[in-house]
Structures are given as C-alpha cells and as structure tokens.
C-alpha cells in the first residue's frame, strides 16, 4: 500500500470555523490531490499540486485554499466552513513515472453543523 | 471539460455471476484508472488501462481510446466484490465517473 495518512479521520466542526486537512505521504511523489466524495457525484477533484509550493484548482475550488511547503505533506483548508462542505475528502498521490496512475489515503469524514 | 459516464449505475448479482462494467468518456485521453470502494470506504486501485486489455486475477479490463469507453469485467463473482467501482480518466486535472454500485448476494 502507498504510505500516505490524512488527520484528523474524523472532524465535526461548526458553521463559520476554520478547519484544516493533512494529508502526508512517505513516497516522495511529486503529485498530490485532493478530493471530495459526495452521494451521486462520485469524487470532484479540489485543488491538486504538481510540487512544493506548486498548485491548481480542480473542478470545485471555491472555499478551498491549499498549500504545499514540503513534499510530503499537502494541507486542505476550509477558511470559513459551511455546511456544503461536509463530505468525505481524499487525498491522493501521483508520480509522472507512473503515468500519473493514482493512490488514495483513507478519507477524512468532515461534519460541518 | 472531459465527461465520464458509468452504466450500470446498479447492479446485484448472485455469487459466481459475471458482469460488465462500462465506462464511457467525450474525449480522447491518456490515462484512465479503474478503482474499487469497498464498504469500508476504502478507494482500491484495479487497473491503470489507457488501452488495451488487462487482467488480474478473476477480474480483467479493456479499453478501445479510439472508440472513447473501457470496460471492466468481473468474473465468478463473490461477496467481496461488492461496493462501488469507478473510471477515471485524464492527468491531472483527473475526472472521475459517478460509478457503478454492485452488491452480490450470497
């Protein structure tokens, strides 16, 4: 299995608050992702990074920031959260040696009441 | 943007059927993954196949990029089997397909 770890697993957390995802890999990959799954929409792609300090949005950026300041470690923050934002969130990992081909950590269950 | 679209969205079997999975996308790509969920939530990947033909074990996958659709086949299946199974497809940005959801019966 690829090394990578997401915390908390688990959060509830109220409307307004700031919350922030880890996600950390011992592959060195170079490519990190971050996800969101909700029913019916499978997982939408966030914010993804292509190196330290090097990011893009996805397909459902908006009230995401991300930031990447070591290789091994990519941060998912929800500045103000909402209640749209409860889901689960994925991270993944990628290398370019790979073709991309892509390995998941095992979800953070967010609850924003 | 690329669109991804899995059929069946459900499907149930009894233990030792086969099945097909299909996945379908709008425009050509380079890279195209099928994953399992399992009911534990945890995302397995099966197979990275931006074409041709796969197989690993009882399962086995086939995609024709000029035709723009893959397809996963699950032979004799079993009770493991069941869950959420998903295409993907792109490099970064990577598009995923809503999915198919498969339970099989004891």
């Known amino acids: 299995d690829a090394g990578i770890t997401q915390s908390p697993r688990h959060k509830v957390t109220e409307t307004g608050t700031p919350v922030t995802l880890r996600c950390h890999q011992t592959?060195?990959?170079?490519?990190m992702y971050w996800y969101r799954q909700d029913p019916g929409h499978g997982l939408r792609l966030i914010h993804y990074?292509?190196?330290?300090?090097?990011?893009d949005k996805g397909e459902v950026s908006d009230g995401y920031s991300v930031s990447r300041s070591k290789t091994e470690d990519f941060l998912l923050t929800l500045e103000s959260a909402t209640s749209s934002q409860t889901s689960v969130y994925f991270c993944?990992?990628?290398?370019?040696?790979?073709?991309?081909?892509?390995?998941f950590g095992p979800g953070t269950r967010l609850t924003v009441t | 943007g690329i669109q991804v679209e899995q059929s069946p969205p459900d499907l149930i079997l009894q233990e030792g059927a086969n099945s097909t999975l299909r996945c379908n996308f709008s425009?050509?790509?380079?890279?195209l993954q099928w994953f399992h969920q399992n009911p534990w939530g945890q995302l397995i990947n099966l197979f990275y196949?931006?074409?041709g033909t796969k197989q690993n074990g009882r399962l086995s996958a086939t995609t024709v990029a000029t035709e723009r659709y893959s397809l996963l086949y699950i032979s004799s299946s079993q009770t493991t089997d069941s869950g959420v199974y998903f295409c993907?497809?792109?490099?970064?940005?990577?598009?995923f397909g809503a999915g198919t959801r498969l339970f099989v019966k004891a």
């Open positions: 993907a497809v792109g490099s970064p940005p990577t598009i």
């Open positions: 196949i931006p074409s």
């Open positions: 425009d050509s790509v380079n890279n």
């Open positions: 592959e060195n990959h170079r490519y």
């Open positions: 993944a990992i990628s290398e370019l040696d790979t073709a991309y081909e892509q390995y």
């Open positions: 990074s292509y190196g330290v300090k090097d990011t």
